[in-house]
T-cell receptor, first 118, second 109 residues
Framework: AAGVIQSPRHLIKEKRETATLKCYPI?????VYWYQQGPGQDPQFLIS???????DKGSIPDRFSAQQFSDYHSELNMSSLELGDSALYFC?????????????????FGPGTRLTVT | DAKTTQPPSMDCAEGRAANLPCNHS???????VYWYRQIHSQGPQYIIH???NNETNEMASLIITEDRKSSTLILPHATLRDTAVYYC??????????FGPGTRLSVLP
């Protein structure tokens, strides 16, 4: 079965540079989530999109922005990179979000992008 | 999100059942319980989820108490490849998951 695709898998940047991470959700999934996992830490939610609209926002720095495109893929843009941004960045997708529905929306995660800022 | 509490670590002998508990005493009636695991630096892997009834799939079984305040994930025959951090998560509807700190399961030969 098709899984979530993330690119690139590894990225090395210098301080103050910019980086763009891409996520391609499972086909027919319309919701995308971004998580950050620092060394020795648990994954931390950054932001999510449903049907190309931002649906929720976590602890995402103002230097970061993201969007979901018409084909449902998403990009996380990171500017003015800092050493502390070095982390694994995971994207996950799910089949949809409806606040009024009592349904389950399990998230499926990609392999992650390892960002190293030097 | 409903707060979940898990033991920080557990050991299990290879071939034996691994029983991982989770307390979620503030869970509401519409909230699901999800279990994920993360093998070192890989993306979190979905295992199973449930609402009220016990659930079983090819990976594991999920036992939810009648009052829904706790649950147990059961890996029936643990292998070395099941060594991972296991997360019990109770999100509000389909919104973001809050991970951590989870249970670090070590399967021993």
């Amino acid at each position: 079965a098709a899984g979530v695709i993330q690119s690139p898998r590894h990225l090395i940047k210098e301080k103050r540079e910019t980086a763009t991470l891409k996520c391609y959700p499972i086909p027919r999934h319309d919701t995308v989530y971004w998580y950050q996992q620092g060394p020795g830490q648990d994954p931390q939610f950054l932001i999510s999109f449903y049907e190309k609209m931002q649906s929720d926002k976590g602890s995402i720095p103002d230097r970061f922005s993201a969007q979901q495109f018409s084909d449902y893929h998403s990009e996380l843009n990171m500017s003015s990179l800092e050493l502390g941004d070095s982390a694994l960045y995971f994207c996950a997708s799910s089949g949809g979000f409806d606040a009024g529905a009592q349904s389950s929306y399990e998230q499926y995660f990609g392999p992650g992008t390892r960002l190293t800022v030097t | 999100d409903a707060k979940t509490t898990q033991p920080p670590s557990m050991d299990c002998a290879e071939g034996r059942a691994a029983n991982l508990p989770c307390n979620h005493s503030t869970i509401s009636g519409n909230e699901y319980v999800y279990w994920y695991r993360q093998i070192h630096s890989q993306g979190p892997q979905y295992i199973i989820h449930g609402l009220k009834n016990n659930e079983t799939n090819e990976m594991a079984s999920l036992i939810i108490t009648e009052d829904r305040k706790s649950s147990t994930l059961i890996l029936p025959h643990a292998t070395l490849r099941d060594t991972a951090v296991y997360y019990c998560i109770v999100p509000y509807y389909g919104q973001n998951f809050v991970f951590g700190p989870g249970t670090r399961l070590s399967v021993l030969p």
